[in-house]
């Protein structure tokens, strides 16, 4: 469970291209903590790993809580190019971290793109001594749509399957604009998403589309470009 992460381990670096389910496991993380040790949420602080200054980071680790003596820090969207992570005393000042029960941290560092949308890359961040590494491998189509079905079951919401085909022939894919427009699209339908609600709140990119399909066809992957194919007729954007 979080809590029992959070009791055994004082930083927690979370890294890989899968960057939508990195960022929901960092808030998950701080949940618990926000359940568990502070409620009034004066012991939480979340920094911007792509601005903060080495310097920053060394003054929030030790600041201390107003009430409760534990304190939670969050580096968000940090590179190993980072400005912060560049800092030659940083890594000694977290792994002191480590034996301190009163601090806990948590690194999300994100694709070298800088971007939370960001490409898988083979770049890893530096792993710390004593810290816990948790890896988000980049999601397959199969492992997409598991998700959403998750995510409908949760929300209590329903999808018709061309609604579905057309939906993910629109986002690609990405969890992130997944996300973005399941909630928008649940709001409009009263948790039912139909083919029409589809084509007319969620934009597609039929030039990306005829790329992919060309792309497909170029390598000779010709059940891809099936795929690709029935996924347009289903969505009836062809």
């Known amino acids: 469970t979080p809590n029992s992460t959070l009791g055994q381990v004082m930083i927690i670096v979370l890294h890989g291209p899968a960057s939508f389910r990195s960022s929901r496991r960092m808030l998950q993380l701080r949940q618990a903590f926000l359940d568990q040790f502070d409620l009034k949420s004066l012991a939480t602080q979340t920094l911007d790993g792509q601005t903060v200054s080495g310097a920053g980071v060394v003054s929030a680790l030790g600041s201390s809580g107003l009430i409760s003596s534990k304190r939670m820090v969050i580096i968000d969207d940090l590179t190993t190019n980072s400005p912060c992570w560049t800092l030659s005393s940083l890594k000694a000042g977290l792994e002191k971290v480590v034996p301190d029960p009163d601090r806990i941290v948590i690194l999300r560092f994100v694709p070298a793109t800088g971007t939370k949308k960001g490409r898988p890359t083979k770049e890893s961040p530096i792993i710390l001594t004593g810290a816990k590494e948790e890896l988000f491998a ?57 083919i029409d609600l589809v084509q007319s709140l969620v934009a597609g990119d039929v030039q990306s589309d005829i790329f992919a399909l060309t792309d497909a066809l170029g390598q000779r992957q010709r059940a891809r470009a099936l795929q690709l194919v029935s996924m347009e007729f289903q969505a009836g954007t062809h």
């Open 138 to 194: 980049a999601p397959t189509e199969a492992s997409v749509r598991t998700w959403l079905q998750q995510e409908l079951k949760q929300r209590k919401g329903t999808i018709k399957a061309d609604a579905e085909a057309a939906l993910f022939l629109r986002t690609k894919f990405d969890l992130w604009r997944l996300d973005q427009e399941l909630e928008k699209l649940l709001a409009a339908g009263n948790g039912a998403i139909t």
